[in-house]
């Protein structure tokens, strides 16, 4: 009698899309769904800060989560696992108010929900069509601000708009694409009044529906308060030591802010107990280029060292912000802005001049094309000052058209990136890694190209990117398995510039991947999977 040979073990991949509510309040503790693809149930979870625990219920899709009273407020980076993949880190937000979950219905004004302020009201736009609404009362006088989380941070496919409008329907402000694709509305009150605040959304990448959309993945947070609210925040030097500042609403002078590194994947942020809003310190694309750039204080507009990181606002039509700063004859400079890719409004326009004669030097608008944010490179003829004027390209302003300046002597460099942080290997199938190359300032070196830290069982070997052709710009890895045993394992992929002896020179660079614009990883995931077992089958 002969025996067939199969296979059993499920493969499928886990796959973790969200968290709803996708928010909760410091000192709370409640059960969260996880929403995705869950094979195998339970799976391991692991969450990157020790003031949050989260566990695994035995329900399906359900995680208890609980907060340390004093945490920080900011974001929870949280990823699954099972024996056969891992889940993209996904963010949870941690709240200094208390949470207002939504009740349907409440698409109609007669329907909303009652707001006590201040509150982070968490919601989801779940079919197309809908909307939310929610009635807020307000004194004479005070300012509201609505400030919402849903596509920046959370990756919600929605472009949100927020609407406030009073009682009858009458429309007093409308936002949208204040934060990115994210509203935000801040709007001062004359009188005594209840009003309502709506959100509906529109796809993320239009397309030819007319209406609302919705979806279980749009799914969003609404910090609304009447109280101190933070926006956005810079760190400076200030009496030789690192300070914090915050920007936002309804904030006194005296607005006392504390610095949080609590997380192990956020940038820095800042926050302050006494307000809602938080604020990320994106300085990695500073770093990635010019690690020992100062910072300048905020006013301040004389440069006498580089590198050196300004910051600043553009808060009136036709304003230009001026720096004045010592250049040597023969020095290549740069000179690049940074406010779009972080959400903010400004379109940015750089000038450079020669101080003594007014001459124009160089000019730029936009580093790429359909970018914002403008970078200029030029060679000081002789030794003297320059002056770097920055303005706003449309004569656009407001309290978020915020940038940093970073301006440094030009050295050629690389940066590498990959478009995603995990990958599963399957023994004696080769693994493809894309690497794409950015070269700077005329960087025009070969690289080698590796991925380091490989478990026992997997190699690969390095790739060089030649300065022109087609790997110029991107490479690809291939990894094999032979001989490895399962499990996840950390690894890095690292590049160096070569000599004209084809020898390693200067400081490697890890590749990094963008897990959101303000925050990159260094560090990889590779996972092998166990692998099927064979069972006995009868003919």
């Given at each position: 009698?002969?025996?067939?040979?199969?296979?059993?073990?499920?493969?499928?991949?886990?796959?973790?899309?969200?968290?709803?509510?996708?928010?909760?309040?410091?000192?709370?503790?409640?059960?969260?769904?996880?929403?995705?693809?869950?094979?195998?149930?339970?799976?391991?979870?692991?969450?990157?800060?020790?003031?949050?625990?989260?566990?695994?219920?035995?329900?399906?899709?359900?995680?208890?989560?609980?907060?340390?009273?004093?945490?920080?407020?900011?974001?929870?980076?949280?990823?699954?696992?099972?024996?056969?993949?891992?889940?993209?880190?996904?963010?949870?937000?941690?709240?200094?108010?208390?949470?207002?979950?939504?009740?349907?219905?409440?698409?109609?004004?007669?329907?909303?929900?009652?707001?006590?302020?201040?509150?982070?009201?968490?919601?989801?736009?779940?079919?197309?069509?809908?909307?939310?609404?929610?009635?807020?009362?307000?004194?004479?006088?005070?300012?509201?601000?609505?400030?919402?989380?849903?596509?920046?941070?959370?990756?919600?496919?929605?472009?949100?708009?927020?609407?406030?409008?009073?009682?009858?329907?009458?429309?007093?402000?409308?936002?949208?694409?204040?934060?990115?694709?994210?509203?935000?509305?801040?709007?001062?009150?004359?009188?005594?009044?209840?009003?309502?605040?709506?959100?509906?959304?529109?796809?993320?990448?239009?397309?030819?529906?007319?209406?609302?959309?919705?979806?279980?993945?749009?799914?969003?947070?609404?910090?609304?308060?009447?109280?101190?609210?933070?926006?956005?925040?810079?760190?400076?030097?200030?009496?030789?030591?690192?300070?914090?500042?915050?920007?936002?609403?309804?904030?006194?002078?005296?607005?006392?802010?504390?610095?949080?590194?609590?997380?192990?994947?956020?940038?820095?942020?800042?926050?302050?107990?006494?307000?809602?809003?938080?604020?990320?310190?994106?300085?990695?694309?500073?770093?990635?280029?010019?690690?020992?750039?100062?910072?300048?204080?905020?006013?301040?507009?004389?440069?006498?060292?580089?590198?050196?990181?300004?910051?600043?606002?553009?808060?009136?039509?036709?304003?230009?912000?001026?720096?004045?700063?010592?250049?040597?004859?023969?020095?290549?400079?740069?000179?690049?802005?940074?406010?779009?890719?972080?959400?903010?409004?400004?379109?940015?326009?750089?000038?450079?001049?020669?101080?003594?004669?007014?001459?124009?030097?160089?000019?730029?608008d936009d580093i790429k094309r359909g970018g914002y944010d403008a970078g200029v490179e030029f060679t000081a003829e002789q030794e003297g000052r320059v002056e770097v004027r920055l303005s706003d390209t449309v004569n656009d302003s407001g309290p978020r058209h915020f940038y940093q300046l970073l301006i440094r002597a030009v050295t050629p460099g690389f940066q590498l990136s990959a478009a995603a942080d995990r990958f599963v290997i399957q023994p004696a199938t080769p693994l493809e890694i894309p690497?794409?190359?950015?070269?700077?300032?005329?960087?025009?070196?070969?690289?080698?190209?590796?991925?380091?830290?490989?478990?026992?069982?997997?190699?690969?070997?390095?790739?060089?990117?030649?300065?022109?052709?087609?790997?110029?710009?991107?490479?690809?890895?291939?990894?094999?398995?032979?001989?490895?045993?399962?499990?996840?394992?950390?690894?890095?992929?690292?590049?160096?510039?070569?000599?004209?002896?084809?020898?390693?020179?200067?400081?490697?660079?890890?590749?990094?991947?963008?897990?959101?614009?303000?925050?990159?990883?260094?560090?990889?995931?590779?996972?092998?999977?166990?692998?099927?077992?064979?069972?006995?089958?009868?003919?």
């Amino acid at each position: 009698m002969l025996a067939c040979v199969a296979t059993s073990l499920s493969a499928e991949t886990l796959q973790l899309d969200r968290f709803y509510p996708p928010v909760i309040a410091r000192g709370d503790a409640t059960t969260v769904t996880a929403e995705g693809k869950f094979p195998v149930w339970p799976p391991e979870v692991e969450a990157d800060r020790d003031d949050v625990s989260v566990k695994v219920d035995k329900e399906s899709g359900k995680l208890s989560v609980s907060v340390n009273a004093d945490a920080p407020p900011g974001a929870v980076w949280i990823r699954l696992r099972d024996q056969h993949s891992l889940s993209d880190l996904v963010p949870l937000i941690v709240s200094t108010a208390s949470v207002t979950l939504e009740t349907e219905p409440n698409a109609k004004r007669s329907e909303a929900d009652q707001l006590t302020l201040p509150t982070v009201v968490a919601g989801r736009l779940e079919k197309s069509g809908d909307s939310d609404a929610y009635r807020v009362s307000v004194k004479a006088g005070q300012r509201l601000v609505a400030s919402v989380t849903a596509h920046q941070v959370l990756r919600s496919p929605m472009d949100a708009v927020l609407q406030l409008s009073d009682v009858d329907g009458n429309v007093l402000i409308q936002s949208e694409d204040v934060r990115g694709f994210d509203p935000q509305i801040v709007y001062t009150s004359e009188r005594e009044t209840e009003l309502i605040l709506r959100i509906f959304a529109f796809p993320e990448t239009p397309n030819q529906t007319i209406g609302f959309a919705g979806s279980q993945a749009m799914v969003y947070a609404i910090d609304v308060t009447t109280g101190p609210f933070i926006d956005h925040a810079v760190s400076e030097k200030h009496s030789g030591s690192d300070r914090a500042i915050a920007f936002g609403h309804n904030l006194s002078d005296e607005f006392d802010v504390q610095l949080s590194n609590v997380s192990q994947h956020s940038p820095p942020t800042v926050y302050a107990d006494a307000s809602i809003g938080w604020a990320w310190l994106s300085d990695d694309w500073v770093s990635a280029v010019a690690p020992t750039a100062t910072r300048l204080a905020m006013g301040q507009s004389e440069i006498e060292s580089l590198p050196v990181v300004v910051c600043g606002h553009i808060l009136k039509p036709n304003q230009t912000d001026s720096y004045h700063m010592p250049v040597a004859a023969g020095i290549r400079y740069r000179a690049e802005v940074r406010s779009r890719p972080d959400g903010f409004l400004l379109d940015s326009k750089l000038v450079v001049v020669d101080s003594e004669s007014g001459k124009q030097i160089a000019s730029n608008d936009d580093i790429k094309r359909g970018g914002y944010d403008a970078g200029v490179e030029f060679t000081a003829e002789q030794e003297g000052r320059v002056e770097v004027r920055l303005s706003d390209t449309v004569n656009d302003s407001g309290p978020r058209h915020f940038y940093q300046l970073l301006i440094r002597a030009v050295t050629p460099g690389f940066q590498l990136s990959a478009a995603a942080d995990r990958f599963v290997i399957q023994p004696a199938t080769p693994l493809e890694i894309p690497i794409t190359i950015e070269r700077d300032s005329g960087f025009s070196g070969q690289l080698s190209i590796e991925a380091t830290e490989l478990p026992a069982g997997v190699t690969s070997a390095a790739v060089v990117s030649e300065p022109k052709g087609e790997t110029a710009k991107s490479v690809k890895l291939n990894l094999v398995a032979t001989d490895a045993a399962p499990g996840h394992y950390p690894f890095h992929i690292v590049g160096s510039a070569l000599d004209a002896d084809e020898k390693t020179k200067g400081d490697p660079q890890n590749s990094v991947f963008a897990l959101r614009p303000a925050i990159s990883l260094d560090t990889f995931w590779l996972t092998i999977p166990p692998q099927p077992t064979p069972t006995q089958k009868q003919p």
